[in-house]
């Protein structure tokens, strides 16, 4: 088969800002000391993306991207296109901060909290290019401008207000305004209040899940001794609470110049408290899958460590259990060694649950984000493992995706029309094929979350296990339109699942429908948006998407919000598959015409990079990121096209 890639340069990435801003050499070097880490077992640590000074992280929504804060001028984006759990790239968004440390996404928006004021910048989502500096929105600029303990912690609470953590800007004094306190404002920055306050020095907080009580760690006073005071996790379930500082300064230890001091209003003391010095910053509740199950509702906690002790402590994760009436029970070391023989190689700051359960801990002494996963052992020791031979005797093979382990999952029609003979195929690492799932009818589109595949399949949905379980989650009519050819899957970061129905030959009934992680079906846009014929659906940041018509040729990008479809190219024949490459390439298949094109962005001049199959269908990303899965459906093959 002729093949003639079209890249574009090094030069093209460097200008689109898609050239990673750090070296990623240390890394190398984080790696061989993760030996000395204490883990439980079946637990995991492996080392997710080089970031210098890594602080607070935040979730982007729907792409996945992490963005990350630091003490410093910069704030980063860490990027996992493929989804392998491994960061593809790391972009600096900003650089001229005050002590950008901490970030949080809300509706779209990257929010960054500075020293003295908190802004935010319009969704990022793929497009990391955008000129955030010029689109910074200063939303609230009253922040005590102190360099003492000025790094801000920033999360949205289940109010939809955003909640900072203001420190002391001493060890021990008195404070005023709103020093020593956590204040919350609108999402516009209006309504800024004082939510809780006598509080050194706190640099985490989430909310529990089950009642949606604030938590947060507190920083005892410094120069006291080796073992006074506390560390501190208190509770805030409602406004106007005063938590001691500087009247107490860690539990109930009080400096001498205070003791004979009244404090405001009644003390809340600790909900739990840890060693003296141990500098409990960021923490999160788990509600994740992936871990134990007794994990959930439970509190992880980046011990950043003792900088003024004689014996250091911390330099740990630790975990905080809950009862069932959602009280603290207890607590333990979740991982440690991080301190070894008084010397310490790592200081964890922060902690962020990914999508598929696992938990991401920055660390902003090394300048590294470790991942915590479970139960993946036997998965990452074939990670990205392939045969790339070509697979004959498929019977119309339409769509395909990779596993993070190598293997290839492949939808076959069959018969076209003919009930019971679809099949979902395994294509194994050595190039060796099996049935997982048959019976089907005509499964076409494919896509897997968290290790579980979801198939359309006619007039149906159907979740498939990779042991072979499945079972049909939408039904016909359980659809609010007619389905009459449900094609394509997508699935954000979120689980929410996306399939279009690209109608009969003249797109009657057309449309794409949602089916969100409750389990609600709703049609998105129907036969009148404008796209004749939706095929091949991809995420294209925060509530967008790029969609294939099938009947026309033409890309769409689609605002799922507003419901509204806009052509943003055209000229692509019978536009079948959508998928983006490692480096942020777009790829368009051409079913009619057997063509596959590649796009540097949807507007972009696309490159012809083959034109020799016989008819190009639902195409993906291979797990190492090299190939394009490519599915014959008229040749019945499929094909591993290189792309680097």
């Known amino acids: 088969m002729k093949f003639t890639l079209k890249t574009l340069n090094t030069l093209t990435l460097a200008?689109?800002?898609?050239?990673?801003?750090?070296?990623?050499?240390?890394?190398?070097?984080?790696?061989?000391?993760?030996?000395?880490?204490?883990?439980?077992?079946?637990?995991?640590?492996?080392?997710?993306?080089?970031?210098?000074?890594?602080?607070?992280?935040?979730?982007?929504?729907?792409?996945?991207?992490?963005?990350?804060?630091?003490?410093?001028?910069?704030?980063?984006?860490?990027?996992?296109?493929?989804?392998?759990?491994?960061?593809?790239?790391?972009?600096?968004?900003?650089?001229?901060?005050?002590?950008?440390?901490?970030?949080?996404?809300?509706?779209?928006?990257?929010?960054?909290?500075?020293?003295n004021r908190i802004a935010r910048y319009a969704a990022p989502g793929f497009d990391l290019t955008l000129p955030f500096k010029e689109m910074r929105e200063v939303i609230y600029e009253d922040l005590p401008d102190k360099a003492h303990h000025g790094w801000r912690y920033i999360d949205f609470g289940p109010d939809g207000k955003l909640y900072v953590t203001v420190g002391a800007p001493c060890n021990i004094c008195d404070v005023e305004g709103m020093e020593a306190t956590i204040i919350r404002m609108n999402p516009d920055g209006s309504e800024a209040e004082i939510y809780a306050e006598g509080i050194r020095n706190s640099v985490g907080m989430d909310f529990q899940p089950e009642t949606g009580v604030l938590y947060f760690t507190d920083n005892g006073g410094d120069m006291l001794g080796d073992d006074i005071p506390p560390e501190e996790l208190n509770a805030a379930p409602e406004k106007g609470l005063h938590f001691g500082f500087p009247y107490y300064v860690g539990g109930d230890t009080q400096h001498d110049d205070w003791k004979d001091k009244t404090p405001p209003k009644d003390v809340t003391f600790p909900v739990a408290e840890f060693q003296a010095h141990t500098a409990g910053l960021g923490m999160k509740f788990y509600t994740g899958n992936m871990f134990p199950e007794d994990f959930k509702g439970d509190v992880i906690i980046a011990q950043h460590g003792s900088w003024n002790r004689t014996e250091p402590v911390g330099y740990q994760l630790m975990r905080v259990t809950f009862d069932d009436n959602n009280q603290v029970s207890g607590q333990e070391t979740?991982?440690?060694?991080?301190?070894?023989?008084?010397?310490?190689?790592?200081?964890?700051?922060?902690?962020?649950?990914?999508?598929?359960?696992?938990?991401?801990?920055?660390?902003?002494?090394?300048?590294?984000?470790?991942?915590?996963?479970?139960?993946?052992e036997a998965a990452t020791s074939k990670t990205a493992t392939h045969s790339t031979k070509t697979i004959e005797g498929l019977v119309m093979p339409e769509s395909a995706i990779a596993h993070p382990d190598?293997?290839?999952?492949?939808?076959?029609?069959?018969?076209?029309?003919?009930?019971?003979?679809?099949?979902?195929?395994?294509?194994?690492?050595?190039?060796?094929?099996?049935?997982?799932?048959?019976?089907?009818?005509?499964?076409?589109?494919?896509?897997?979350?968290?290790?579980?595949?979801?198939?359309?399949?006619?007039?149906?949905?159907?979740?498939?296990?990779?042991?072979g379980q499945h079972e049909v989650i939408v039904e016909a009519d359980g659809f609010p339109g007619k389905p009459v050819f449900l094609n394509d899957v997508e699935i954000d970061g979120h689980g929410n699942i996306y399939v279009s129905d690209s109608g009969d030959d003249d797109g009657k009934h057309a449309g794409i429908y949602l089916i969100n992680t409750e389990g609600k079906?709703?049609?998105?846009?129907?036969?009148?948006?404008?796209?004749?014929?939706?095929?091949?659906?991809?995420?294209?940041?925060?509530?967008?998407?790029l969609v294939a018509d099938f009947g026309t040729g033409d890309l769409f990008q689609l605002d799922i919000a507003a419901a509204k479809a806009t052509k943003v190219n055209s000229g692509f024949g019978g536009a079948d598959g959508l998928v983006r490459d490692t480096d942020g390439f777009l790829y368009i298949s051409d079913w009619a015409n057997g063509k596959v094109w590649q796009l540097n962005e949807p507007k972009a001049t696309p490159q012809l990079i083959t034109d020799e199959y016989e008819s190009a269908a639902d195409i993906a990303l291979s797990a190492d990121g090299k190939h394009i899965l490519m599915p014959d459906m008229k040749a019945g093959k499929l094909y591993f096209l290189p792309i680097k």
């Open 15 to 115: 200008s689109l800002g898609l050239i990673s801003t750090a070296s990623f050499a240390g890394a190398a070097d984080v790696e061989k000391n993760l030996h000395k880490l204490n883990v439980p077992d079946g637990f995991k640590v492996e080392v997710y993306a080089e970031v210098p000074g890594a602080r607070q992280m935040a979730l982007g929504q729907s792409t996945g991207t992490v963005f990350v804060g630091t003490r410093g001028s910069k704030v980063y984006a860490v990027v996992d296109r493929n989804k392998d759990r491994k960061a593809d790239e790391v972009v600096t968004i900003l650089d001229d901060l005050k002590v950008g440390n901490g970030v949080a996404m809300y509706q779209g928006n990257l929010y960054v909290a500075e020293q």
């Open 334 to 376: 979740f991982i440690d060694g991080w301190l070894q023989d008084g010397e310490a190689w790592g200081r964890p700051t922060d902690v962020l649950q990914l999508p598929d359960g696992s938990v991401l801990v920055s660390d902003d002494f090394n300048g590294v984000i470790y991942r915590v996963s479970y139960g993946e």
């Open 406 to 467: 190598g293997r290839v999952f492949v939808t076959e029609i069959g018969e076209f029309g003919k009930q019971g003979d679809g099949k979902v195929t395994i294509v194994n690492t050595d190039g060796s094929t099996e049935t997982l799932v048959d019976g089907l009818n005509d499964p076409k589109g494919i896509d897997m979350f968290n290790n579980i595949l979801y198939v359309a399949d006619v007039d149906q949905l159907v979740k498939i296990s990779l042991d």
């Open 521 to 545: 079906v709703s049609e998105i846009i129907n036969a009148k948006s404008g796209i004749k014929r939706p095929n091949g659906l991809l995420m294209d940041g925060y509530n967008k998407m």
